[in-house]
């Protein structure tokens, strides 16, 4: 069986899962995308918090005085979750998993899973990383990828379609993936469906392969699904960050601290990648429906674009940031916000279902512009503002448009994926 590329390639489509860029410090091989911004990066020490730049850049104390993420529940698909780190103690919920996909789910053996479950839910207590919903709970699963070597754990590690149906079949609400794959799976496919048809908002990380092959994989690259790239703390796309059709939405995902491995003694600083992005992205959106719990999934993506920050039009898009940078602070603060119908598809240009009026964004060449839907792909997820302005379509980082465009240069905007097909 082979796919084609969008850009009309041919290329075998072969058992496995093809392996991201990953930290040294992680020791893996495979899938999960979290890559070193130094050459060594250093132990944190315990002000590991002064390091998270994006709480203050996205206002998080203002935001938590109108949610925390109460009520929500966040699936967190990876390498596992360790439940007894300070900053994650009472806040996963290793009961919920299923027996049939719950191997060694609170056990992360590269502390992947676990810095990202912080991100999203973590208390802080005990100089731990400051999750930007404190309030949310984590339901862990562990899913079978190239980094899982061991023959015993590869023969008991749920599959990646396993996992997402189990979390689609649970209570929670928002599906984080910040892992990566170049083939086109059909069970994994058929699951994500299943998911967005029991209402879950997913998001997955693009990848951190731009500077050599750029092929943004899946579930990314799914349909249903919101991929998500990364900026720093200047508003800049990280070079690692892959770009392209697939591209939602951006958010923070470089130069911040992560756990160093599976020992849990210490935070490493200056790491970078789209997981990063991916789960702040996640728990933007637990932000949103805690503070409007009665919305579906359509409505709380469809704000999250809305207000996502772009020094471009409303309804355009870029190859880079997708439709900008969430800003869930800009839906919080708005009490009269309009989050459209319950059913529609805020995606559904990109997503095959419809036509939205999305126009290609400007550009001092179209060569890269195309019209078409997603047969089998997916979109990307938010990044923060840390701008004071009302105006929540139009305001990014200021820096942001700049650093972006000189980052676009001739011509990086695109409006829709284009297909891909097995």
Request: charged share 20%.
């Given at each position: 069986?082979?796919?084609?590329?969008?850009?009309?390639?041919?290329?075998?489509?072969?058992?496995?899962?093809?392996?991201?860029?990953v930290s040294a410090l992680c020791a893996t091989l495979g899938a999960?995308?979290?890559?070193?911004?130094?050459?060594?990066?250093?132990?944190?020490?315990?002000?590991?918090?002064?390091?998270?730049?994006?709480?203050?850049?996205?206002?998080?104390?203002?935001?938590?005085?109108?949610?925390?993420?109460?009520?929500?529940?966040?699936?967190?698909?990876?390498?596992?979750?360790?439940?007894?780190?300070?900053?994650?103690?009472?806040?996963?919920?290793?009961?919920?998993?299923?027996?049939?996909?719950?191997?060694?789910?609170?056990?992360?053996?590269?502390?992947?899973?676990?810095?990202?479950?912080?991100?999203?839910?973590?208390?802080?207590?005990?100089?731990?990383?400051?999750?930007?919903?404190?309030?949310?709970?984590?339901?862990?699963?562990?899913?079978?990828?190239?980094?899982?070597?061991?023959?015993?754990?590869?023969?008991?590690?749920?599959?990646?379609?396993?996992?997402?149906?189990?979390?689609?079949?649970?209570?929670?609400?928002?599906?984080?993936?910040?892992?990566?794959?170049?083939?086109?799976?059909?069970d994994e496919e058929k699951a994500v469906k299943y998911a967005q048809?029991?209402?879950?908002?997913?998001?997955?990380?693009?990848?951190?392969?731009?500077?050599?092959?750029?092929?943004?994989?899946?579930?990314?690259?799914?349909?249903?699904?919101?991929?998500?790239?990364?900026?720093?703390?200047?508003?800049?796309?990280?070079?690692?960050?892959?770009?392209?059709?697939?591209?939602?939405?951006?958010?923070?995902?470089?130069?911040?601290?992560?756990?160093?491995?599976?020992?849990?003694?210490?935070?490493?600083?200056?790491?970078?990648?789209?997981?990063?992005?991916?789960?702040?992205?996640?728990?933007?959106?637990?932000?949103?429906?805690?503070?409007?719990?009665?919305?579906?999934?359509?409505?709380?993506?469809?704000?999250?674009?809305?207000?996502?920050?772009?020094?471009?039009?409303?309804?355009?898009?870029?190859?880079?940031?997708?439709?900008?940078?969430?800003?869930?602070?800009?839906?919080?603060?708005?009490?009269?916000?309009?989050?459209?119908s319950a059913s529609a598809d805020p995606l559904s240009f990109e997503?095959?279902?419809?036509?939205?009026?999305?126009?290609?964004?400007?550009?001092?060449?179209?060569?890269?512009?195309?019209?078409?839907?997603?047969?089998?792909?997916?979109?990307?997820?938010?990044?923060?503002?840390?701008?004071?302005?009302?105006?929540?379509?139009?305001?990014?980082?200021?820096?942001?448009?700049?650093?972006?465009?000189?980052?676009?240069?001739?011509?990086?905007?695109?409006?829709?994926?284009?297909?891909?097909?097995?």
């Open positions: 069986m082979t796919e084609t590329s969008p850009r009309g390639r041919l290329t075998a489509v072969v058992a496995g899962r093809a392996g991201r860029r999960f995308a979290i890559v070193s911004s130094g050459l060594a990066p250093s132990a944190v020490a315990a002000d590991v918090q002064s390091k998270q730049w994006y709480l203050d850049a996205m206002d998080a104390e203002g935001m938590w005085k109108i949610s925390t993420g109460k009520g929500v529940k966040v699936a967190v698909l990876d390498t596992g979750v360790n439940p007894d780190t300070p900053s994650l103690k009472g806040q996963v919920l290793g009961d919920e998993v299923p027996k049939a996909v719950s191997y060694n789910a609170t056990k992360d053996y590269i502390g992947h899973g676990t810095t990202l479950a912080e991100m999203i839910a973590g208390t802080g207590a005990g100089g731990g990383l400051q999750g930007l919903a404190p309030d949310a709970k984590i339901i862990p699963y562990r899913v079978l990828t190239d980094d899982v070597k061991n023959a015993v754990d590869k023969k008991k590690t749920p599959a990646v379609a396993d996992a997402i149906k189990a979390a689609a079949d649970s209570d929670a609400q928002i599906i984080s993936m910040s892992f990566g794959s170049s083939i086109i799976d059909p048809s029991k209402g879950k908002l997913m998001f997955a990380s693009t990848g951190n392969d731009a500077q050599t092959k750029n092929f943004i994989g899946y579930p990314a690259a799914y349909p249903y699904v919101v991929g998500v790239a990364a900026a720093d703390e200047k508003g800049k796309v990280g070079d690692f960050s892959e770009h392209g059709n697939y591209v939602d939405l951006g958010a923070p995902g470089l130069n911040l601290p992560v756990w160093c491995d599976a020992t849990f003694r210490s935070y490493c600083d200056g790491i970078e990648g789209t997981s990063l992005a991916t789960a702040i992205a996640s728990a933007s959106a637990a932000l949103v429906w805690s503070a409007h719990p009665n919305w579906t999934a359509n409505q709380v993506l469809r704000t999250l674009i809305d207000t996502a920050g772009r020094t471009w039009k409303k309804g355009e898009r870029s190859n880079y940031l997708g439709y900008g940078a969430v800003r869930p602070r800009m839906v919080l603060e708005n009490s009269s916000i309009d989050p459209g997503n095959g279902t419809g036509v939205t009026g999305v126009t290609a964004a400007p550009s001092s060449s179209a060569s890269d512009s195309s019209q078409g839907s997603k047969d089998t792909s997916g979109g990307a997820t938010s990044a923060a503002s840390n701008s004071n302005s009302s105006d929540d379509n139009t305001q990014l980082y200021v820096i942001l448009g700049a650093a972006l465009a000189v980052a676009i240069g001739g011509g990086a905007f695109a409006v829709a994926r284009k297909r891909r097909t097995t």
